[in-house]
């Protein structure tokens, strides 16, 4: 679990001022049921040809910014700050376009929802 949990914090804080070359993904808390993450885009998408293929459900947020996401069906959510999802284990996905010079801000939760994991 991330050292102090119990002081405040701001999930906008030290969000970048200019393009990042990678993604940013913080673990704000972890256990063996959940882990909640904060991602920070700044134009990153999932690289052509690969998909997201997760062992765990993610409920995902989109807190600030714009971003389509597809599945692998063909099925494709348009997120804009304050839409969120459940992604189901398994369930192929990818991010092809975020908003350009935007600073989008993520909260995703993955957790098992088979009670034997």
């Known amino acids: 679990m991330p ?11 030290a969000l970048p001022i ?12 972890e256990n063996k049921q959940v882990k ?6 700044t134009g990153q998408t999932t690289p052509k040809g690969q998909w997201y293929d997760q062992d765990h459900d993610e409920w995902v947020i989109l807190l600030k910014g714009e971003a389509p996401i597809l ?3 063909g099925d494709e959510v348009h997120l804009q700050s304050g839409d ?11 991010v092809n ?16 929802s088979n009670s034997n994991t």
């Open 3 to 13: 050292a102090n949990l119990s002081k405040r914090k701001n999930i906008f804080s």
């Open 71 to 73: 599945f692998e069906d």
């Open 97 to 112: 376009w975020v908003a350009p010079h935007e600073v989008c801000v993520w909260l995703a939760v993955f957790f098992s």
């Open 18 to 29: 200019e393009s990042l070359n990678d993604e940013v993904t913080e673990i704000l808390l």
């Open 36 to 41: 909640l993450e904060r991602i920070i885009t």
């Open 84 to 94: 969120y999802i459940l992604i189901k284990a398994h369930q192929k996905h990818r």
